[in-house]
């Protein structure tokens, strides 16, 4: 099984919006609504940012937001913070007790 | 708040084995999975396999089928990974995490621990 396929990376300036892709196959993004977004930064573990496609974790800001639409999910971060400046990385369920992670999406705040 | 600790860093020789711990604490522990997911330097996550410690039955990633074995000890919540016939390119960050109320996605993650192979 070969990773999901994100941007190497994006950008944009503060209070702006920045959109990252995600894209797979029927096998794994678009067979299941089991899509999650993690960010991590520097020297850190992954932290979940959005589940099951759409849905935030408590203390999540509403800045974040997933979709998804076939074999291809997107995470957008609206209102750009210089916080926000990590890396992505998004995950699927690949059926049989199997996940995928992409291979991570690096975004500055220009 | 459930909290996911892991042993210390690790230097190994080609060949050999390693065995990571992640104990939990804080929180209800056998019905939730534990997954170990994998950062080599500089790339990407890698998930490597799970188990659901009430269940005993793990789960591998196709790729490391035959290398690496997740156990778990219900009575001291502590699971493990254990990957054999280490070669460099396994040098990497690993990581234990929680399937929890979302059992799809990991809400909770170890503090990862740095497994280098090295001659």
């Known amino acids: 099984q070969s990773a999901l396929t994100q941007p190497p990376s994006a950008s944009g300036s503060p209070g702006q919006s920045v959109t990252i892709s995600c894209t797979g196959t029927s096998s794994d993004i678009g067979g299941y609504n089991y899509v999650s977004w993690y960010q991590q930064h520097p020297g850190k573990a992954p932290k979940l940012m959005i589940y099951?496609?759409?849905k935030r974790p408590s203390g999540v800001p509403d800045r974040f937001s997933g979709s998804k639409s076939g074999n291809t999910a997107s995470l957008t971060v609206s209102g750009l913070q210089a916080e926000d400046e990590a890396d992505y990385y998004c995950s699927s369920y690949a059926g049989s007790n199997n996940w995928m992670f992409g291979g991570g999406t690096k975004v500055t705040v220009l | 708040q459930v909290q996911l600790v892991q042993s210390g860093a690790e230097v190994k020789k080609p060949g050999s084995s390693v065995k990571v711990s992640c104990k939990a604490s804080g929180g209800t522990f056998s019905s939730y999975s534990i997954s170990w997911v994998r950062q080599a330097p500089g790339q990407g996550l890698e998930w490597m396999g799970r188990?659901?410690?009430?269940?005993?039955?793990?789960n591998y990633a196709q790729n490391l089928q035959g290398r690496v074995a997740i156990t778990a000890d219900k009575s001291t919540s502590t699971a493990y990974m254990e990957l054999s016939s280490l070669r460099s390119e396994d040098t990497a960050v690993y990581y234990c995490?929680?399937?929890?109320?979302?059992?799809?996605?990991?809400?909770?993650w170890g503090q990862g621990t740095m497994v280098t192979v090295s001659s």
């Open positions: 188990i659901i410690p009430f269940l005993d039955i793990p």
């Open positions: 099951e496609v759409t």
């Open positions: 995490t929680r399937g929890g109320a979302a059992p799809y996605a990991f809400d909770i």
